[in-house]
Nanobody, 119 residues
Framework: QVQLVESGGGLVQAGGSLRLSCVAS????????MGWYRQAPGKQRELVAR???????DYSDSVKGRFTISQNNAKTEIYLQMNSLKPEDSGTYYC?????????????WGQGTQVTVSS
């Protein structure tokens, strides 16, 4: 019922910037948190950044100080501002929504958007 659509990925040179967006559509449950995860080929998916209803956020050490996660007032969209990009930031970036536990529904994942950073 809920779908997440990511956008903003692409090819960028090292040192450049990208801004990813994730928009929820359909029946939207109040979220406990939403986050960005990334996965390189042959690697496990890893947390990049996560934002909670309160607005507080967690970041992977590898992106801390370079990436900023934010959300809209309705908490149905999240963004990831990525600055000073490095080749090791390359991968498929996925948006994830974790509903409040009271809804007893599964987490929702987007289809992913590709980010490629060239050296």
């Amino acid at each position: 019922q809920v779908q997440l659509v990511e956008s903003g990925g692409g090819l960028v040179q090292a040192g450049g910037s990208l801004r990813l967006s994730c928009v929820a559509s359909g029946i939207i449950y109040s979220m406990n948190d939403m986050g960005w995860y990334r996965q390189a080929p042959g690697k496990q998916r890893e947390l990049v950044a996560r934002i909670y209803r309160s607005g507080s956020a967690d970041y992977s050490d590898s992106v801390k100080g370079r990436f900023t996660i934010s959300q809209n007032n309705a908490k149905t969209e999240i963004y990831l501002q990525m600055n000073s990009l490095k080749p090791e930031d390359s991968g498929t970036y996925y948006c994830k929504l974790t509903p409040l536990r009271a809804y007893d529904v599964d987490d929702v994942w987007g289809q992913g958007t590709q980010v490629t950073v060239s050296s």
